[in-house]
């Protein structure tokens, strides 16, 4: 038997992704969070806290689409901002006592869903993954720039 049609390298990313994000979302729904919440505290530092300009990139997000989260988190108590003083129109997040409680707890579910996976799939399997996936992703952006050159 052939492969199916859907049988991409895209379409099998985007449904394993899709899954395990409604994983995470239910799991952050318990905590009274969802999963943008989650990967945000993430990546805001704990120490010297973030400028969202930052953090959009890493989110695959622009940083006029981080408002509504930011606001969210901010209303939630989780962050707090801070505006430059050398330059008024940038803004630090920095977390509160709250948000880095909330850091550890998203960092926690997700350290324990990977080291289900590996546990299942075997350390050297996932390791394979890992340079498989990374292999890929550059092969695409290389892919992206020639066609933004041309």
């Not at 805001?44 to 959009?56: F, L, T």
């Not at 940083?63 to 209303?75: G, Q």
């Amino acid at each position: 038997m052939g492969k199916k049609h859907t049988e991409t390298i895209d379409s099998k990313l985007k449904n394993g992704w899709q899954i395990i994000s409604r994983m995470y979302n239910a799991e952050a729904q318990q905590h009274g969070g969802t999963i943008s919440m989650g990967y945000f505290l993430l990546n805001i530092d704990s120490d010297e806290g973030s400028y969202a300009s930052d953090i959009a990139p890493k989110l695959g997000m622009e940083s006029t689409s981080l408002s509504r989260i930011i606001k969210t988190l901010e209303s939630e108590k989780l962050i707090i901002k801070k505006t430059d003083t050398s330059d008024k129109r940038k803004v630090k997040l920095l977390l509160t006592e709250k948000g880095r409680e909330n850091k550890e707890l998203a960092k926690n579910i997700v350290r324990r869903f990977n080291g289900f996976i590996t546990e299942k799939i075997g350390k050297e399997r996932m390791e394979d993954f890992f340079k498989t996936i990374t292999e890929i992703t550059q092969l695409a952006e290389e892919r992206h720039k020639l066609y933004k050159q041309g």
